[in-house]
């Protein structure tokens, strides 16, 4: 099969991580479809992060400190949503000394399985391609986003989506350092059952520690 094309998911500049452009998996695992995964995290108009300060390396920080937070999420292409998860609370950032003891209880949080590692998320299963034309026959293709904001996904299993169509806001919910988008395609519904599906954007997938442009600052 063939890369899948997506629209980008934030608008705004952005720094990716994780890519599948630079391995595979780019996550360092197969499990829960992660093969070909990819983090997004949103950045401020000038191409920053949140603003290191001494207390940033010893104490974690509240999430609305960072760009990311609250950014739109749309709606990489066109399908209907077949499952949400919005209740979950958004914690706090974890950088420096406090990054490292948050990686300690990784092995807890993925024996927990997927929901536990996405906190807050979309599934939405694929009706065409990025310009909603019919999907082809190569089987169905579901897309995960995850790391939501809580409270913030605004549409429900069932419902249909159109590329480019705000559906929820980024977050710090789930397995999350900081604020940003994990987005995934699986050949499945269900991401423990599921494999990971290769896609790419507009003018290709980029490699780890490119900072793109994706449409109008927000």
Partial sequence: MNAILLQLPLQ????????????????GTHLFALAHSIDLVPLDEHGHGARYQLRSFFRSQ???IFPGFGRAVLAPLS??????QDGL????????????AY???????????FETLAGNHLIIRRSGD???????????IFLALCHLRQGS?????????KTGQKVAECGNSGNSTEPHLHLQLMDAADPEKAQG??????????????????????
């Fill in 153 to 161: 996904i605004q549409v429900s299993p069932g419902q249909w989506v």
């Fill in 197 to 218: 599906v290769a896609f790419t954007f507009p003018g290709g997938l980029p490699r780890n520690g490119a900072i793109i442009t994706a449409g109008p600052a927000p």
């Fill in 89 to 100: 609370p958004d914690h706090l950032a974890h950088r420096g000394l406090p990054s490292i």
């Fill in 130 to 140: 990025s310009t909603g034309h019919p999907a082809d026959s190569s089987g169905e």
């Fill in 12 to 27: 705004g500049a952005l720094q990716v991580r994780k890519s599948p452009a630079t391995r595979v998996p780019s996550h």
């Fill in 103 to 113: 990686a300690l209880t990784q092995a807890r949080r993925a024996a927990g399985g």
């Fill in 79 to 84: 399908g209907e949503v077949v499952s949400a």
């Fill in 62 to 64: 509240a999430p609305e």
